[in-house]
């Protein structure tokens, strides 16, 4: 019974003796590597629950392969107790939820295990016992405790919807919006204290915990996105700001730290309408981001294309939304219905896709897509009106024609009507008032360059540039 876990102390030593944080994560993750599949079930048959400290004490203080400090060695003994405790749990909810019963499957107690792992590796970082570069362990510790809380809430919810916990008896107060993610928001309490644990490391930077700061930010993130506390997100930005000049600039981490704190900086100011910023941020992100991380470009276009279509009105090409059937699902018809200033579709599109922009918190943005709609119609209005003879001095030769740049309100009005605007007076004619407003509007936002003479009935455009960064 003694060579069932060789591999994993073989693993440690050698974590210990390189130094390798990654691979000393690796002891302690709830997935066994691929080396090893069946390392949980062997953890949990190495030893029983009243000998496993004896046990954990002999390997880890008499290893030869390494040696340990006595209150290193106590602090693993601690980690290693409680992951053996976790382990066993873990085992049995998978089983449960294997044999088809589903909701035996305790993840609650699942999620306090490992919480209870996540404990003992704290109190080794908070009495600085563990050096920085098993900093991995962290990671490790802060992901599954989310992953874990997410299980449990969801396997909460299912006995609420089926009626089984509190013995069938369905009390009102008993399951309020509070509890709905009564794990998830204690595991993002948990990661909030990693976080300032890492936070106010003072140590030199080589070996600071500061090196975690943005994998346990982007927990964070994740976390409260998903409880939807994005408000929460901003102190951890305001932190990281605060604390600049101590720590390492951020192209001094892994890029995989950088593209996801960048995505999440630039969706939160997407969602506080700083737009330049997070454009900044998300082109960025998606530079960085690997070509073959097909979800994650996904996912930073999801915001990157409403964002470009506000700052500079450009719409992605369809190679680009081709490349992902969600995105080219969403996106197509709006692109589509803005290059041929059909109002129409565009409002088709939108509400088609209402469900998903809404959930993506990316509606209202491209709700403002509709004045570019307008613009490109009172672009094609212009362009389709007859040219006038140039004006030239006396005794000059006649120059080519130009476009006219007085273009009666009426020709605006039969080209929204035509394009499904809503500019009706309710009686069969045209709002010439709605008309007006939307022509102004359109002035006032630059969309395009003039003004209008309504005792006339006409709108003067500017002859050079009437409709700005179209080239007309």
């Given at each position: 019974?003694?060579?069932?876990?060789?591999?994993?102390?073989?693993?440690?030593?050698?974590?210990?003796?390189?130094?390798?944080?990654?691979?000393?994560?690796?002891?302690?993750?709830?997935?066994?590597?691929?080396?090893?599949?069946?390392?949980?079930?062997?953890?949990?048959?190495?030893?029983?629950?009243?000998?496993?400290?004896?046990?954990?004490?002999?390997?880890?203080?008499?290893?030869?392969?390494?040696?340990?400090?006595?209150?290193?060695?106590?602090?693993?003994?601690?980690?290693?107790?409680?992951?053996?405790?976790?382990?066993?749990?873990?085992?049995?909810?998978?089983?449960?939820?294997?044999?088809?019963?589903?909701?035996?499957?305790?993840?609650?107690?699942?999620?306090?295990?490992?919480?209870?792992?996540?404990?003992?590796?704290?109190?080794?970082?908070?009495?600085?016992?563990?050096?920085a570069w098993t900093i991995p362990c962290l990671y490790i510790a802060g992901k599954y405790l989310r992953v874990f809380a997410i299980k449990a809430d969801a396997n909460a919810a299912s006995q609420?919807?089926?009626?089984?916990?509190?013995?069938?008896?369905?009390?009102?107060?008993?399951?309020?919006?509070?509890?709905?993610?009564?794990?998830?928001?204690?595991?993002?309490?948990?990661?909030?204290?990693?976080?300032?644990?890492?936070?106010?490391?003072?140590?030199?930077?080589?070996?600071?915990?500061?090196?975690?700061?943005?994998?346990?930010?982007?927990?964070?993130?994740?976390?409260y996105f998903k409880l939807n506390s994005i408000s929460l997100s901003k102190n951890i930005l305001r932190s990281l700001k605060a604390s600049g000049s101590d720590m390492p600039p951020l192209s001094a981490f892994p890029k995989a730290h950088q593209v996801t704190f960048k995505y999440y900086s630039g969706v939160i100011s997407f969602l506080e309408e700083d737009y330049a910023t997070a454009e900044e941020f998300l082109v960025s992100a998606y530079e960085m981001c690997n070509i073959h991380a097909t979800q994650n470009l996904q996912l930073i276009l999801t915001y990157l294309i409403p964002t470009k279509l506000l700052t500079s009105h450009r719409l992605p090409t369809s190679t680009l939304l081709q490349q992902t059937p969600a995105l080219d699902r969403l996106f197509s018809p709006i692109c589509t219905a803005i290059k041929h200033a059909d109002l129409r579709a565009f409002t088709l599109a939108l509400e088609h896709g209402e469900e998903e922009f809404v959930k993506r918190r990316i509606y209202l943005t491209l709700e403002r897509g509709r004045d570019i709609v307008l613009r490109n119609l009172f672009r094609k209005v212009f362009l389709a009106g007859e040219c006038e003879p140039a004006v030239t001095k006396e005794g000059e030769a006649p120059g080519p024609p130009v476009r006219r740049t007085r273009v009666p309100v009426k020709e605006f009005a039969a080209a929204l009507r035509m394009?499904?605007?809503?500019?009706?007076?309710?009686?069969?004619?045209?709002?010439?008032?709605?008309?007006?407003?939307?022509?102004?509007?359109?002035?006032?936002?630059?969309?395009m360059k003039g003004y209008i003479a309504r005792e006339r009935g006409i709108v003067v455009l500017s002859k050079g540039g009437a409709f700005p960064g179209t080239g007309v």
């Open positions: 019974m003694s060579n069932e876990l060789d591999l994993l102390w073989a693993d440690f030593a050698t974590a210990y003796n390189t130094p390798d944080g990654y691979l000393l994560a690796t002891t302690i993750t709830p997935e066994p590597p691929k080396s090893d599949p069946a390392r949980l079930h062997r953890w949990q048959r190495w030893t029983n629950a009243y000998s496993v400290q004896t046990d954990l004490r002999y390997k880890l203080q008499y290893n030869p392969n390494i040696v340990l400090e006595k209150k290193e060695a106590s602090t693993w003994l601690d980690v290693f107790t409680a992951y053996y405790s976790f382990a066993g749990k873990l085992l049995a909810a998978e089983e449960a939820q294997k044999a088809g019963k589903r909701r035996d499957a305790d993840w609650s107690a699942v999620y306090e295990a490992w919480k209870d792992v996540m404990s003992a590796l704290y109190r080794g970082y908070s009495n600085n016992i563990f050096a609420r919807d089926s009626g089984l916990a509190f013995g069938a008896l369905q009390e009102e107060d008993a399951f309020g919006a509070a509890s709905k993610n009564e794990k998830l928001e204690d595991a993002a309490r948990q990661i909030n204290r990693i976080f300032a644990l890492c936070l106010s490391d003072r140590s030199e930077v080589q070996s600071s915990r500061k090196w975690a700061l943005y994998y346990i930010a982007n927990l964070l993130f994740k976390t394009a499904g605007a809503e500019v009706g007076d309710g009686e069969g004619g045209v709002d010439g008032d709605e008309v007006e407003c939307l022509i102004a509007n359109g002035i006032y936002k630059n969309f």
